[in-house]
């Protein structure tokens, strides 16, 4: 593999995980000590209330390929990797999380497909350890259905942990919507992708951050930014009922008409009003889910703030390099 000129660009968040994070660096370490290319590796400090941030600095004391960045608060793995990309300077990028969940071994295999020409490679588990059987099913559904509804298609049993090429960065960078939806951002942009197989092991140590109501939510951000479906199933449902309302008025007045039955009792109404009301809420609350999401998208507010960015000692030196030979400050230098 001849990569030594190419530099690749590690983003890793990291959100209270005191307990594996020395074990994720050396491994991770080991791994690039077999490559032949440069690395920086950016760990973004979800706003951590453990030990976590300290250890990153340790790192960055003693390896000169570390950046550290903090965000003000704590915002979500996907607003973390946003920052971590867009503080990347690699020819490449890639996405791993810091509990050793994503095996840093695939890293190689992720760079000889990229070098193969892929743009997007990521890691597909074939397996999922350490879930439970009620985690699998639902993650399974959830896959298909998303499938069906939108018209991206998202790789089921992908995670987050790939490898990004510069053009796919850039790619995803453009899409500055607030609710971030990133698998389905990694399929939508196109370009070549490639999967490489793996198994997912459980979680080195530590606690997921992750329980079903999140779970939930995060299916619902799936669908609703990437589907408007939901919306066209309320109509097609308002019709189904018009429908059947209007078959039953031809029923009820040929019953008056010919027979001259007086009018049904009030069961029948009460069960139509609630039917016909429930449908309506639902309807408003499928509507006021988008609303909602229209709604934080025209704030346009940022998607995250810094408290403390701390560049990798190698960018600022190639800062440093590249100020003095053209004697201009390099967009590209922060
Ligand atoms: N993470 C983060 N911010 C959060 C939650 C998680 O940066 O608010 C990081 C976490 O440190 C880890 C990765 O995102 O590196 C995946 O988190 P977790 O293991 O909890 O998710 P799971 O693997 O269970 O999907
Ligand atoms: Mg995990």
């Known amino acids: 593999m001849k990569t030594e000129n190419d530099l690749i660009s590690i983003i890793a968040p990291v959100f209270n995980e005191e ?22 590796i ?9 030990n976590s941030l300290k250890l990153l600095y340790e790192f960055q ?9 903090e965000l003000s608060r704590n915002f979500g793995k996907e ?43 990521y890691a597909q588990r074939t397996s999922r350890r350490g879930d439970s059987w009620f985690k699998k099913v639902t993650a399974h559904q959830f896959y298909r259905l998303i499938k069906r ?4 298609d998202i ?5 987050d942990f790939r490898l990004l090429s510069r053009r796919a960065v850039d790619a995803i960078s453009q899409l500055r919507e607030r609710h971030r939806f990133m698998k389905g951002m990694f399929a939508w942009i196109g370009y070549p992708q490639k999967a490489i197989p793996y198994q997912r092991q459980p979680r080195h140590a530590g606690q997921t951050k992750w329980n079903y109501w999140k779970l939930w939510n995060f299916a619902l951000e799936g669908i609703t ?3 408007t479906a939901p919306l066209r199933l309320a109509t097609y449902f308002g019709l189904l009922v018009a429908f059947g309302a209007f078959v039953y008025g031809g029923y009820i007045i040929y019953d008056t008409l010919v027979w001259g039955n007086p009018v049904p009792g009030y069961p029948s109404l009460m069960v139509v009003i609630l039917f016909l009301g429930g449908i309506q809420l639902i309807g408003i ?11 934080y998208e025209s704030k346009q507010r940022p998607l995250y703030l810094i408290k403390s960015y701390q560049p990798s000692a190698d960018s600022a030196a190639r800062a440093e390099a590249t100020r003095s030979i053209t004697g201009v400050h390099s967009p590209g230098s922060d």
């Open 19 to 40: 307990t594996v994070l020395e074990a994720f660096y050396q491994q991770l370490s080991s791994t690039l000590a077999g490559i032949n290319a440069r690395f920086e």
């Open 42 to 50: 950016i760990f973004i400090d979800d706003s951590s209330n453990d």
């Open 61 to 69: 004391q003693s390896d000169p390929r570390v950046a550290v960045i």
């Open 79 to 121: 607003i973390a990797l946003t920052a971590g990309l867009d503080h990347s300077h690699g020819d490449a990028v890639i996405i791993i999380d810091t509990d050793l969940q994503d095996p840093p071994e695939l890293i190689p295999d992720f760079i000889r497909e990229w070098k193969n020409g892929y743009d997007v490679v």
């Open 149 to 152: 509804v939108s018209n991206t």
């Open 155 to 159: 790789p089921e049993d992908t995670g």
């Open 225 to 227: 930014s990437f589907s």
């Open 285 to 295: 609350g499928i509507i006021g889910e988008y609303l909602g999401r229209l709604f």
